[in-house]
T-cell receptor, first 114, second 111 residues
Framework: GAVVSQHPSRVICKSGTSVKIECRSL??????MFWYRQFPKQSLMLMAT?????????EQGVEKDKFLINHASLTLSTLTVTSAHPEDSSFYIC??????????FGDGTRLSIL | DAKTTQPPSMDCAEGRAANLPCNHS???????VYWYRQIHSQGPQYIIH???NNETNEMASLIITEDRKSSTLILPHATLRDTAVYYC????????????FGTGTKLQVIP
């Protein structure tokens, strides 16, 4: 069964809206989670590393004020796309690593900004 | 993480073995070879990983060359549901290291 759960699976909203995506580790604690973005016909691009109890680490070129990450508990990380615009439309995916296992990925969130 | 090179696309007849190659000539001694696949509009799915020995599980087999500079993922009897993008990734195991994706191989299983 799934070990990493994302919610919602799909979001459609108007330009200027802020959208929050949740990533949960199921049955294990994850002090670190990762957020990726994937545009059509492209590979996954790492956006940031989410660290429980501390600030996220963002990859070069990713705006930290645009993509707010909160990792307030050992099983939940959230990504908030602030004031979303059509160019933020993408497939957002999170991942976490259960103990003694490889990274597992959520099923992704399809974000469409109108 | 060491860089990997994969062919952009491959076709395979249904029921036949699919052999997906990956080059990782700069792999370090402590780096593992991981394979994931991504079916359309889903998150990546872990398939298999190995260090230097060949590995097999219920999904696939992984053959790593003796010099560890390349590997092959084998799906023994491909089905239509195996149509996906397959990613070969090299990284050290342990800790909380990020997974960096290359462009992968788009495998099309043909009826």
């Amino acid at each position: 069964g799934a070990v990493v759960s994302q919610h919602p699976s799909r979001v459609i909203c108007k330009s200027g809206t802020s959208v929050k995506i949740e990533c949960r580790s199921l049955d294990f604690q994850a002090t670190t989670m990762f957020w990726y973005r994937q545009f059509p016909k492209q590979s996954l691009m790492l956006m940031a590393t989410s660290n429980e109890g501390s600030k996220a680490t963002y990859e070069q070129g990713v705006e930290k004020d645009k993509f707010l990450i909160n990792h307030a508990s050992l099983t939940l990380s959230t990504l908030t796309v602030t004031s979303a615009h059509p160019e933020d439309s993408s497939f957002y995916i999170c991942s976490a690593r259960p103990p003694d296992q490889p990274q597992h990925f959520g099923d992704g969130t399809r974000l469409s900004i109108l | 993480d060491a860089k990997t090179t994969q062919p952009p696309s491959m076709d395979c007849a249904e029921g036949r073995a699919a052999n997906l190659p990956c080059n990782h000539s700069t792999i370090s001694g402590n780096e593992y070879v991981y394979w994931y696949r991504q079916i359309h509009s889903q998150g990546p799915q872990y398939i298999i990983h190995g260090l230097k020995n060949n590995e097999t599980n219920e999904m696939a087999s992984l053959i790593i060359t003796e010099d560890r500079k390349s590997s092959t993922l084998i799906l023994p009897h491909a089905t239509l549901r195996d149509t996906a993008v397959y990613y070969c990734i090299v990284r050290a195991s342990g800790g909380y290291q990020k997974v960096t994706f290359g462009t992968g191989t788009k495998l099309q299983v043909i009826p």
